[in-house]
T-cell receptor
Framework: DAGITQSPRYKITETGRQVTLMCHQT?????MFWYRQDLGHGLRLIYY???????DKGEVPDGYVVSRSKTENFPLTLESATRSQTSVYFC?????????????FGPGTRLTVL | AQSVTQLDSHVSVSEGTPVLLRCNYS??????LFWYVQHPNKGLQLLLK??????LVKGINGFEAEFKKSETSFHLTKPSAHMSDAAEYFC?????????????FGQGTELSVKP
């Protein structure tokens, strides 16, 4: 199916474990983004990528690692999960085609760190 | 630096009455502005966007927003609320200064619709 998908949709893990959240888009969008959503904070940008092998930090990057070896995938890794990383994570993508910067969001991953 | 302030964390209206969700922004550049909606346990859906064309922007589901540069506002309105409009709404500004159009989100306004 065309679009942007995230997996898993729900994840429970323990403090100190490594967790990888997957994001896949079928539009060949050049830009991809990871956000976390917490009560009272709206969505905050963790990392973004302008193209394969090009990534940059957002507002709240500490404790996260990203990679982008292929245009369509943008995994987010928590190298050693902490309780403060319990959140809902959204992946998004856009093209900037024609100057538009509309982002399209995935369905989200709800992560709980015990 | 760009920022967005949603003036109400929660708005409650009766079905059939008008909706007003307020948003002020701060931007040093010519901004792109968006409203996204998030229904419970769902992802974000674009309602409408302003990108320096017409100042009155019409979106989906009967929503519209007016860009007022003098007031740095981008309020979202709908003439008549429907029960299905109950959701969280985010006002968003795009960081046009950098590549990639990074989005800066407001903290959200929860809209409740009473029968």
């Amino acid at each position: 199916d065309a679009g942007i998908t995230q997996s898993p949709r729900y994840k429970i893990t323990e403090t100190g474990r490594q967790v990888t959240l997957m994001c896949h888009q079928t539009w060949s969008h050049s830009y991809m983004f990871w956000y976390r959503q917490d009560l009272g904070h709206g969505l905050r940008l963790i990392y973004y990528s302008a193209a394969a092998d090009i990534t940059d930090k957002g507002e709240v990057p500490d404790g996260y690692v990203v990679s982008r070896s292929k245009t369509e995938n943008f995994p987010l890794t928590l190298e050693s999960a902490t309780r403060s990383q319990t959140s809902v994570y959204f992946c998004a993508s856009n093209t900037l085609a024609g100057g538009t910067d509309t982002q399209y969001f995935g369905p989200g991953t709800r992560l709980t760190v015990l | 630096a760009q920022s967005v302030t949603q003036l109400d964390s929660h708005v409650s209206v009766s079905e059939g009455t008008p909706v007003l969700l307020r948003c002020n922004y701060s931007s040093s550049y010519s901004p792109s502005l968006f409203w996204y909606v998030q229904h419970p346990n769902k992802g974000l859906q674009l309602l409408l966007k302003y990108t320096s064309a017409a100042t009155l922007v019409k979106g989906i589901n009967g929503f519209e927003a007016e860009f007022k540069k003098s007031e740095t506002s981008f309020h979202l309105t709908k003439p008549s609320a429907h029960m299905s409009d109950a959701a969280e709404y985010f006002c968003v500004v795009s960081d046009n200064a950098n590549q990639g159009g990074k989005l800066i989100f407001g903290q959200g306004t929860e809209l409740s619709v009473k029968p």
